[in-house]
């Protein structure tokens, strides 16, 4: 069986640099680094992207236009950033290649851009590529099924490096959907995303709270809080280092190259939606 040729966008980036290295160093077998873009004007533009991944030379250049390297792939990662996705997505459907993507931080119109990709061509499109999270988001789903209507409050912690910018992470809004779906709630109507000041009302019972730590280099924790009146209930996840996610994104390179067109999950990647509707 022959290898499926990758294209990484965001090369030069914390990300990227993790799926260049992984590949090098075949972490998912199957899989080969065919071209790396960075569209930002970094200085690590032009140099080899196994070299800035710290992995070695690997004779593929980190070059500034995906166009530039598409022929021939068979499926794109992008972290690139919400604007980048959004201009992608559409090219990849237009040239048949495969997505992958676990970009935060899409506006509604970007992730509508995405999501009519997907008519055209396979996309795992989630915002966290770990086992382990999309497990959690089963087990709080389960939890707020039946912990919420009997008088639980929930709440959700997320804490990531300085740099990140978009918050609540899109993590934590996936298990606030995870909790809404369990709940029976519209979570729009029920979040409250951090608090100050003095409010006259006890808090709402069908609350949903939020709260972003944005300091040091934490890679991604999440946790979620289940409390009532005498107990506790804390779920959570810690990641220690983005090879989590950059392997997690390649086992879903390596799964969406030759699906049927549309929108998928790591769900389905993991296998986890067979027999579901």
């Known amino acids: ?40 004007d970094v200085p690590e533009r032009g140099q080899d992207a196994g070299l800035v991944a710290g992995a070695g030379a690997c004779g593929v250049a980190i070059e500034s236009d995906l166009a530039e390297v598409a022929g021939g792939a068979d499926v794109v990662i992008d972290f690139s950033g919400p604007h980048g996705t959004a201009g992608n ?19 509604p119109e970007e992730s509508a851009a995405v999501e009519a990709a997907a008519d055209k061509i396979p996309i795992v499109k989630a915002p966290n590529m770990s086992l382990g999270i999309t497990l959690l988001l089963d087990l709080v789903e ?19 490096h300085r740099r990140k910018k978009d918050a609540p992470s899109g993590t934590a809004l996936a298990l606030g959907e995870a909790v809404a ?63 989590t996610f950059a392997i997690g994104a390649l086992r879903a390179a390596a799964w969406v190259c030759g699906r049927v067109p549309g929108l998928y999950t790591m769900r389905d990647v993991l296998g986890l939606n067979q027999g579901k509707e």
Do not use: N
């Not at 997505?89 to 506006?107: F, K, Y």
């Open 142 to 160: 389960q939890c707020a099924a039946r912990l919420a209507a009997r008088g639980y409050d929930i709440e959700i912690v997320e804490r990531h």
């Open 1 to 40: 069986m022959s290898e499926k040729r990758v294209v990484v966008v965001g090369a030069a980036g914390r990300m990227g640099r993790a799926l260049v290295r992984c590949l090098r160093e075949r972490a998912v077998p199957g899989l080969t680094l065919a071209g790396a873009v960075d569209l930002w």
């Open 89 to 107: 997505a559409p090219r990849c459907a237009e040239w048949g290649v495969a997505l992958v993507t676990g970009t935060t931080g899409l506006s």
């Open 181 to 243: 779906r369990g709940a029976g709630l519209d979570l729009d109507a029920v979040a409250a995303h951090g608090r100050h000041g003095v409010v006259k009302e006890d808090r709402p019972a069908d609350q949903v709270g939020f709260h972003a730590v944005r300091a040091g280099d934490f890679v991604g924790d999440h946790t979620v809080l289940f409390a009532a009146e005498g107990e506790s209930l804390e779920l959570s996840h810690r990641a220690t280092s983005r090879d």
